[in-house]
């Protein structure tokens, strides 16, 4: 089954797409099979990253993105990472339905992942996903995440360049800087850039931006206006400088080097939890330490230790 799956991903079927994101995404039997062989086709790809405040105008403005780039010809997938519904643990969906207007077009790919509640709003299968994106050929994968905040430093880990959209009202941006974002961004995006305060925005950013030491990129900012379309070219043109950027100074393969490592430790992490949880012999060694746990003759951090001793025995 999965060799036929991996057959008519080979041949531009997007039916297999699907089931090859579906299957990663659920870490189903023969995830780690396809993965494997998909790996030697990953790299080439621009990710990029989209994070705000909810309300900032993502959606709108990943959808005018993917348009241009169609334009162009370039092929794109999107990630549309959702809330995590607490009914079903699936996504909500919403994203997928705000950008109709160009799910219908052969090349463009649209996924809605649900971040079932990892840290930042990305969960492993969200790189995963991405992965299975770029080896079946997609030019441009754009990850849109839930939220903004110092956990939003996942999606740094994620795409090549990070766009940090705010809003006029989206708060005090200095104090946003201050959460994160300034480690983060590669570009800002003030969108509903026509409404009162886009000015002021622009200009503390501008300034903050500029009294801090980094490398030598600075993160631009850009004005936009989604819903008209207004500011995508500068956008655009932006995004191509950084890559650029990210080329010449050797940036790119140091953070997919990155990447690589952060993938390794994950798997890891994830093997190791389910090896350990998963003994019986495990579960109920640790069900013998509950009451000297409760009678407080013991802690759970020593516990823990006698358990990573105990483990590192056998």
Same mark, same amino acid.
């Given at each position: 089954?999965?060799?036929?799956?991996?057959?008519?991903?080979?041949? /531009?079927?997007?039916?297999?797409?699907?089931?090859? +994101?579906?299957?990663?995404?659920?870490?189903?039997?023969?995830?780690?099979?396809?993965? /494997? @062989?998909?790996?030697?086709?990953?790299?080439?790809? *621009?990710?990029?990253?989209?994070?705000?405040?909810?309300?900032?105008?993502?959606?709108?403005?990943?959808? *005018?993105?993917?348009?241009?780039? *169609? &334009?162009? /010809?370039?092929?794109?997938?999107?990630?549309?990472?959702?809330?995590?519904?607490?009914?079903?643990?699936?996504?909500?969906?919403?994203?997928?339905?705000?950008?109709?207007?160009?799910?219908?077009?052969?090349?463009?790919?649209?996924?809605?992942?649900?971040?079932?509640?990892?840290?930042?709003?990305?969960?492993?299968?969200?790189?995963?996903? &991405?992965?299975?994106?770029?080896?079946?050929?997609?030019?441009?994968?754009?990850?849109?995440?839930?939220?903004?905040?110092?956990?939003?430093? !996942?999606?740094?880990?994620?795409?090549?360049?990070?766009?940090?959209?705010?809003?006029?009202?989206?708060?005090?941006?200095?104090?946003?800087?201050?959460?994160?974002?300034?480690?983060? &961004?590669?570009?800002? +995006?003030?969108?509903?850039?026509?409404?009162?305060?886009?000015?002021?925005?622009?200009?503390?950013?501008?300034?903050?931006?500029?009294?801090? @030491?980094?490398?030598?990129?600075?993160?631009?900012?850009?004005?936009?206006?989604?819903?008209?379309?207004?500011?995508?070219?500068?956008?655009? &043109?932006?995004?191509?400088?950084?890559?650029?950027?990210?080329?010449?100074?050797?940036?790119?393969?140091?953070?997919?080097?990155?990447?690589?490592?952060?993938? +390794?430790?994950?798997? +890891?992490?994830? *093997?190791?939890?389910?090896?350990?949880?998963?003994?019986?012999?495990?579960?109920?060694?640790?069900?013998?330490?509950? !009451?000297?746990? !409760?009678?407080?003759?013991?802690?759970?951090?020593?516990?823990? !230790?006698?358990?990573?001793?105990?483990?590192?025995?056998?």
């Amino acid at each position: 089954m999965i060799d036929r799956l991996l057959t008519e991903f080979s041949e /531009g079927k997007r039916a297999a797409l699907a089931r090859a +994101v579906s299957i990663v995404e659920n870490h189903r039997p023969g995830a780690d099979t396809i993965l /494997g @062989a998909l790996h030697p086709r990953i790299g080439r790809a *621009r990710r990029i990253g989209m994070t705000g405040p909810p309300g900032a105008g993502k959606s709108t403005l990943t959808t *005018r993105l993917v348009e241009s780039m *169609r &334009a162009e /010809g370039l092929t794109v997938g999107v990630l549309a990472v959702d809330p995590t519904s607490p009914f079903t643990g699936g996504a909500l969906l919403g994203d997928r339905i705000r950008m109709e207007s160009v799910a219908l077009d052969p090349g463009v790919y649209i996924r809605s992942l649900a971040t079932r509640g990892a840290l930042g709003g990305l969960s492993s299968a969200t790189r995963d996903a &991405a992965d299975v994106l770029d080896a079946f050929g997609l030019l441009r994968v754009i990850i849109e995440t839930v939220g903004v905040g110092q956990s939003e430093l !996942d999606i740094a880990r994620t795409a090549d360049t990070s766009v940090v959209v705010l809003v006029p009202e989206s708060g005090d941006a200095i104090q946003a800087l201050k959460a994160g974002l300034m480690e983060i &961004a590669d570009l800002f +995006v003030v969108n509903k850039s026509d409404r009162p305060g886009a000015d002021r925005l622009r200009k503390d950013l501008d300034a903050a931006l500029h009294m801090r @030491a980094r490398s030598d990129w600075t993160p631009p900012v850009v004005a936009t206006v989604g819903v008209e379309g207004t500011g995508i070219p500068e956008l655009r &043109a932006a995004l191509d400088r950084h890559h650029q950027y990210l080329i010449d100074s050797g940036t790119l393969t140091e953070r997919r080097k990155a990447r690589w490592r952060e993938r +390794v430790m994950d798997a +890891v992490d994830q *093997r190791l939890r389910a090896r350990l949880w998963g003994d019986p012999g495990t579960q109920e060694w640790l069900a013998a330490q509950l !009451d000297p746990l !409760d009678a407080g003759t013991t802690t759970p951090l020593a516990v823990a !230790d006698a358990l990573l001793a105990r483990k590192g025995e056998t």
